[in-house]
């Protein structure tokens, strides 16, 4: 193996583990001298992959730093530092042998690099705690506790349940060829449609509207068939087309007028200069600036979408301009005020109200680009789906030779058309009833105290705003469904289509069939196929999360730990814990480790004489 692949494989280990490996500038040079010593030129992009899983990574220096390390190559310091740098940073790294070993340090030629496919990272297990005959035995002391930080889980991440959704998604997801692809496939859909009717429908939670504006995330590896989701642009293009003729036809007015202005000469001075129209567009793309993405938003008076098939697209204009535009979708989640002041001319513009939706796919490692950090709020806000890379051959022959590109065209020319009579009917408010509000809020606080057993506090604003994404995909199913009724908006001949005017309407507009404002009701089987949603969609997150640096855990498990606690119940043993564990391919003493971790931290609580676990209470 030469040392270009012994790169490649480190890094995409250590970006698989979200690992710092140069966390001190002194790390950071040494990593450059190592692989532009025995890489060259071929090695700048490795560096930039590595350096960029640290919060204070800058493309610009680190291109300069590469430069000069290519420049003023240190003779002794060669690629097996980088392999010694990641096992500094807690990533052991094996491998069966290397035909090409790099060197290490001077001093150190004989130390060979190891790798794996995935990462390995090992913690030795802290015997503290004193359980009588449930008492480590010096075996187990020696164990270590193993670790797949962004891995693969071991337990198989869920599908969606099967539901019966509105006549349109049945539509959309039944060119997905699993149950995995169909659920990448509905959330997509339910992204670009909630885009295209966002300012039209909404729903009250927490003492605000929120309108169906979702920013949706799907991960998975090269070839896995993600790209499906391509099409999912196809249901907005429609709209997005519309706007653009009528952008070009003021342009081509703008013009003329522009061309009799100058040609006035001195007379110009008596009258005003045609103004240029906004550059308006609805699909918005991510291969800009953020500021020029702020723009584009500001144009289209703040109500956009934005579909990207590369996460590194937009992370490229996240980097560029320092969280600028990271800030302005933490914004859009909640609908908030946009503005930016220029310099240069002194204009300053904003919206009071921005309705921005997001729909993207990436690779596991760009993960990590788009979202460096939990802490800046991006990961809560985004709905999550990681798709499992392929492990056979699919037939790739469509029955019919079917025309995707056509099928999801002609869709989306049927949408635009439900679109122009949703917004001529003005606003729509889904409204739960009681007993569906009680059953949300069991739901989510089930599923905020179990989310402490596996990720402390890390969770708790995901799970919060999942409760909004789900309340905005319900509002845009119960509206699908109710426009499957022949007359949606007719309330003596549609009585049931779950569309019932406002309280506020006066009687003599309802007689007249001048309404504005509607009443939009769920019914109790779209209501369930929603919540059943919410724990899937709760495991792939924490699934997520792994792949991420730490903040509060310093060390974080994927998502086997919390589905192995989520089998145990509210109250299990040690042995009951070891013989699920072990069922599901986690080591004995790793479960071990998590066990003593927990009750430490006073997550669970060990009855004295029982020898029963119980979980505690979460207080917030």
Not at 288 to 315: K, P, R, V, Y
Not at 379 to 395: A, E, M
Not at 449 to 467: D, F, H, K, T, V
Not at 507 to 528: G, M, S, Y
């Amino acid at each position: 193996m030469n040392n270009i692949e012994s790169l490649r494989r480190l890094t995409e280990t250590v970006e698989t583990a979200g690992a710092d490996i140069a966390p001190t500038y002194i790390e950071y040079i040494q990593l450059a001298f190592a692989i532009a010593t025995d890489c060259g030129e071929a090695g700048r992009n490795y560096f930039h992959r590595l350096c960029r899983l640290s919060a204070k990574y800058q493309r610009e220096h680190t291109e300069r730093v590469f430069s000069n390390a290519l420049a003023t190559k240190h003779g002794d310091v060669h690629l097996g530092t980088a392999f010694h740098l990641a096992g500094i940073a807690g990533v052991e790294l094996h491998q069966d042998s290397v035909m090409n070993k790099p060197k290490g340090t001077k001093g150190t030629e004989d130390s060979g690099a190891t790798f794996s496919t995935h990462t390995c990272a090992r913690y030795k297990v802290d015997n503290d705690e004193n359980t009588g005959k449930e008492e480590n035995t010096q075996e187990e002391e020696r164990e270590e506790e193993e670790l797949l930080s962004g891995s693969e889980p071991k337990q198989q991440l869920p599908t969606f349940p099967k539901a019966d959704w509105p006549t349109l998604l049945q539509r959309i997801i039944a060119y997905g060829k699993s149950d995995a692809l169909k659920d990448v496939m509905l959330l997509g859909a339910l992204t670009a449609l909630g885009a295209t009717i966002a300012p039209h429908l909404r729903c009250s939670y927490s003492g605000k509207f929120l309108h169906p504006c979702l920013q949706y995330f799907a991960i998975a590896p090269s070839a896995s068939g993600k790209s499906i989701l391509s099409y999912i642009r196809l249901l907005a293009t429609p709209i997005h087309d519309e706007i653009r003729a009528e952008v070009a036809a003021k342009m081509k007015i703008y013009k003329k007028e522009k061309a009799a202005y100058e040609a006035l000469g001195k007379e110009r001075a008596k009258v005003d200069a045609p103004e240029m129209p906004a550059n308006k567009m609805f699909i918005i793309s991510g291969n800009n600036t953020g500021t020029g993405i702020l723009q584009n938003i500001m144009d289209s008076d703040g109500i956009g979408f934005i579909c990207e098939s590369e996460a590194d697209t937009l992370s490229t204009a996240i980097n560029a301009d320092h969280g600028h535009w990271s800030d302005t979708l933490r914004k859009a989640f909640d609908h908030d005020c946009l503005s930016y002041n220029r310099r240069t001319d002194q204009e300053y513009r904003e919206v009071k109200k921005s309705y921005i939706s997001l729909n993207i796919s990436g690779t596991p490692s760009q993960v990590k680009s788009f979202i460096p950090t939990t802490e800046d709020g991006a990961f809560s806000r985004q709905l999550f789906y990681y798709l499992y890379g392929i492990d056979q051959w699919i037939n790739q022959f469509l029955e019919d030779d079917l025309d995707l590109e056509e099928i999801f065209t002609n869709l989306g020319l049927e949408w635009k058309k439900e679109v122009e009579q949703i917004k001529a009917h003005g606003i729509h408010t889904l409204c739960l009833t009681e007993e569906q509000k009680k059953e949300f809020n069991t739901q989510f606080s089930h599923l905020f105290q179990r989310s402490s057993i596996a990720n402390g506090r890390e969770m708790y604003s995901s799970i919060a705003r999942l409760a909004v994404n789900l309340c905005r995909i319900m509002s845009i199913v119960a509206l699908l469904r109710a426009l499957e009724n022949p007359h949606p908006y007719q309330v003596k001949n549609a009585p049931s289509s779950g569309l019932t005017p406002d309280k506020g309407i006066p009687e003599d507009n309802i007689k007249d069939n001048i309404i504005t404002r509607w009443k939009l009701a769920i019914t109790p089987d779209d209501f369930h196929a929603v919540l059943r949603l919410a724990e899937p969609l709760y495991r792939h997150a924490t699934h997520i999360l792994s792949f991420l640096p730490s903040t509060e855990i310093s060390r974080r498990s994927n998502a086997d730990r919390d589905f192995l606690f989520s089998q145990l119940g509210d109250r299990f043993t040690r042995a009951q814990m070891i013989e699920i564990a072990e069922s599901i391919g986690i080591k004995k003493n790793t479960a071990i480790t998590w066990l003593k971790r927990l009750t430490k931290r006073g997550i669970l609580v060990k009855g004295d004489s029982t020898g029963v676990y119980e979980r505690a209470c979460v207080r917030v």
